[in-house]
């Protein structure tokens, strides 16, 4: 096709997705909030399952105190309790009814957090459960002069789940409760099956690009031997279907970016949302539909039909081939973005993404190390300033903000692979955005079309250390999300300089720098040019 989406998406996808994590932060460190001894517990969310007269009903979630003791962290050792009402509500003076253990469950306001958990204790209760004002979860903090010496856990939960509690005791209905806050697992298996597909995709892109490569230039040769030179002239001309980055475009592409990711922060909402999922369809579809073409022509059924086009207006000439396989991308994109909330769409949202991601490698080129070097280097100081720096100047992460997909009311963006977390009683997804995957592969493609192009072997060559270097720096990525508590990190960090560091270190090493650095293939002398003989002086 002469139009191709994926270059126009490329940034959208590396603006919106330059972070890894897992979603669902469960401990939140607040070093704003005061602290001092006796109240300096971390924000942690809280399991509330409920059961109605003995029999299970739902589950809610909560966040724990500043103050008071740990919870729990499995179920099988939380007690269940009974649940009462606080009389009066606010808890804010001695209860007219008497505890002898229970749960009691009050409402927000009137008094302090810290002397609602106080008179709670003095009135016999084992735990206290505030139900907030709002939907959302607040933080209960200390206050300066506060009694922090408490004993029982306090527990916040939203308005519409303590309301539906307290509806059931005020009709005498008898509830109890278990709480207990469990902990993520060390690793998850998700994590490793997202480590395979990052690392699989790029090997798939990569030998798909460097194949290409390798085609065109035997034809070239075949060119240069047979052709005239009025010819050459003619097909030098031609277009390549690739699309080189430069140095300046790769300065200005994370300019842009940066420019774009402000205002998608400003904007996000519903409707832009809605937007992006319209965008990474598009991609998605000329995405699957060129890996699906390409995959197709490698047999010999489908071959005669790639081979012949049809001119379509507005796309050009158009293989008959992707003619057909079009109506079942445009179909199957559909079909995800109707049902993207349903619970397996993961893998509808895993299959277009993989297939831009590829299909964006196989158009997109970097032409040599040094251009590689900028554009990583930028893409590098641009995830850290997004995911870290912006803090100072927005009071959060932009681009975990934007990659949450925050005030839009959707479970985050669609430019993300993501694989539901196994075995984490939290749920939740691991993720790891295209441009954690676009960008460095564009640096390994290069290294095994300069392999093949200069034939050398799996040893000599480059592409193994570079494949290598992506896979341990994304292997780190994952130990320092697991060290952070699930919070968002941004894989570019440990990425760049494995990926970049290895290339640069074995390339002066081995004497290939220079050539690396400024041609990024061979010398290839002109088969047609051929030198003559030295006429004999008479």
């Known amino acids: 096709m002469e139009i191709n989406w994926d270059v126009f998406i490329v940034i959208l996808v590396v603006v919106l997705s330059a972070r890894l994590g897992s979603a669902g932060d469960i401990v939140h460190i607040d070093n704003v909030a005061p602290k001092r001894p006796g109240c300096s517990n971390n924000f942690v969310l809280v399991k509330v399952p409920t059961w109605i007269e003995g029999l299970e009903d739902n589950e809610y979630v909560g966040v724990g105190a500043r103050f008071g003791p740990t919870l729990e962290s499995k179920e099988k050792h939380a007690s269940h309790t009974k649940l009462a009402l606080a009389d009066p509500p606010d808890c804010c003076s001695k209860p007219r009814n008497k505890l002898t253990g229970e749960v009691i469950l009050v409402h927000r306001g009137n008094c302090s957090f810290t002397v609602k958990a106080n008179v709670a204790e003095e009135a016999g209760a084992s735990a206290i459960l505030i139900i907030n004002n709002q939907t959302e979860l607040f933080k209960m903090v200390c206050e300066s002069d506060a009694d922090v010496n408490i004993k029982i856990p306090a527990v916040m939960l939203p308005q519409d789940a303590g309301s539906r509690l307290e509806k059931y005791i005020t009709n005498n209905t008898m509830v109890s409760v278990a709480l207990y806050s469990p902990k993520r697992p060390a690793v998850d298996i998700a994590e490793v099956f997202l480590w395979l597909m990052a690392v699989g995709t790029i090997l798939c892109a990569s030998y798909w690009s460097a194949w290409t490569a390798r085609e065109v230039a035997i034809e070239q040769e075949k060119l240069l031997k047979n052709a005239s030179e009025e010819f050459l002239q003619v097909g030098a001309a031609g277009s390549s279907g690739f699309v080189d980055i430069n140095t300046t475009s790769a300065i200005l592409f994370v300019v842009i970016a940066s420019c774009f990711l402000v205002m998608l922060y400003k904007l996000m909402s519903f409707w832009f949302v809605e937007v992006l999922v319209v965008?990474?369809?598009?991609?998605?579809?000329?995405?699957?539909?060129?890996?699906?073409?390409?995959?197709?022509?490698?047999?010999?059924?489908?071959?005669?039909?790639?081979?012949?086009?049809?001119?379509?207006?507005?796309?050009?000439?158009?293989?008959?081939?992707?003619?057909?396989?079009?109506?079942?991308?445009?179909?199957?994109?559909?079909?995800?973005?109707?049902?993207?909330?349903?619970?397996?769409?993961?893998?509808?949202?895993?299959?277009?993404?993989?297939?831009?991601?590829?299909?964006?490698?196989?158009?997109?080129?970097?032409?040599?190390?040094?251009?590689?070097?900028?554009?990583?280097?930028?893409?590098?100081?641009?995830?850290?300033?997004?995911?870290?720096?912006?803090?100072?100047?927005?009071?959060?992460?932009?681009?975990?903000?934007?990659?949450?997909?925050?005030?839009?009311?959707?479970?985050?963006?669609?430019?993300?692979?993501?694989?539901?977390?196994?075995?984490?009683?939290?749920?939740?997804?691991?993720?790891?955005?295209?441009?954690?995957?676009?960008?460095?592969?564009?640096?390994?493609?290069?290294?095994?079309?300069?392999?093949?192009?200069?034939?050398?072997?799996?040893?000599?060559?480059?592409?193994?250390?570079?494949?290598?270097a992506y896979g341990l720096g994304l292997l780190v990525t994952y130990v320092a999300l697991n060290l952070m508590d699930g919070h968002g990190q941004p894989a570019l960090l440990y990425i760049v300089p494995f990926t970049l560091g290895t290339l640069i270190t074995l390339g002066k090493k081995r004497g290939d720098l220079k050539t690396l650095w400024t041609r990024g293939e061979p010398e290839r002398p002109c088969p047609h040019v051929q030198l003559q003989p030295l006429e004999q002086k008479e």
């Open 279 to 468: 965008l990474f369809c598009i991609g998605g579809v000329e995405g699957l539909q060129t890996c699906l073409g390409a995959l197709l022509a490698c047999f010999r059924w489908f071959r005669r039909y790639a081979e012949s086009f049809i001119k379509v207006p507005f796309f050009g000439a158009v293989s008959h081939l992707t003619l057909a396989v079009c109506p079942f991308c445009i179909t199957f994109a559909v079909v995800w973005a109707v049902y993207r909330r349903i619970s397996f769409a993961w893998i509808g949202q895993d299959i277009l993404g993989i297939a831009l991601i590829i299909t964006v490698l196989q158009i997109v080129r970097v032409p040599n190390l040094k251009v590689g070097t900028v554009l990583l280097g930028c893409a590098f100081l641009y995830d850290i300033f997004w995911v870290f720096v912006s803090k100072w100047w927005f009071h959060e992460s932009v681009m975990i903000v934007v990659a949450r997909g925050d005030k839009s009311g959707e479970d985050g963006i669609p430019m993300l692979l993501k694989i539901p977390r196994m075995f984490d009683p939290w749920g939740g997804y691991s993720v790891i955005g295209f441009g954690d995957i676009i960008l460095p592969g564009l640096v390994v493609a290069f290294s095994l079309r300069y392999d093949w192009m200069t034939k050398k072997s799996v040893r000599a060559g480059y592409f193994v250390w570079a494949m290598t």
